[in-house]
């Protein structure tokens, strides 16, 4: 639908000798799409290539998940009870919970 009224839009700018024009928007959001695309592929590549075996690099992956989930799930129950998660609990205290909990 909004696709039909730009169609109809642009061709009555262009009937007036004009064009519609080009916002940020418009030039930055398909680059961030084509960045991300990129990251996506060159981390798919750096996997197949990757020179370790199947199930070792698996494995890795899967362990270095486990922990950004367990630190994502800190900072949330972190700011459900009230604390506030600023830079002065940042890097010691959760290294030496990960720690503890190892």
């Known amino acids: 639908m909004w696709e ?3 169609d109809y839009s642009d061709s009555a700018l262009s009937a007036l ?3 519609r024009r080009r916002g940020a928007i ?3 959001l398909p680059a961030i799409g084509l960045f991300g695309l990129g ?3 060159g981390a798919g590549l750096g996997l ?3 020179p370790k075996r199947g199930v070792e690099l698996r494995g890795d992956v899967r362990r270095g ?3 950004v989930g367990q630190r994502v799930g800190q900072k949330l129950r972190r700011r459900g009870n009230g604390l506030d998660d600023t830079r ?3 890097a010691g205290v959760e290294d030496r ?3 503890a909990n190892s």
């Open 65 to 67: 998940l486990n922990q």
């Open 17 to 19: 000798g004009l064009e």
């Open 39 to 41: 990251l996506v592929v």
């Open 48 to 50: 197949v290539l990757a």
């Open 26 to 28: 418009d030039v930055l």
């Open 97 to 99: 919970e990960l720690g």
């Open 88 to 90: 002065d609990l940042e």
């Open 4 to 6: 039909r009224a730009r």
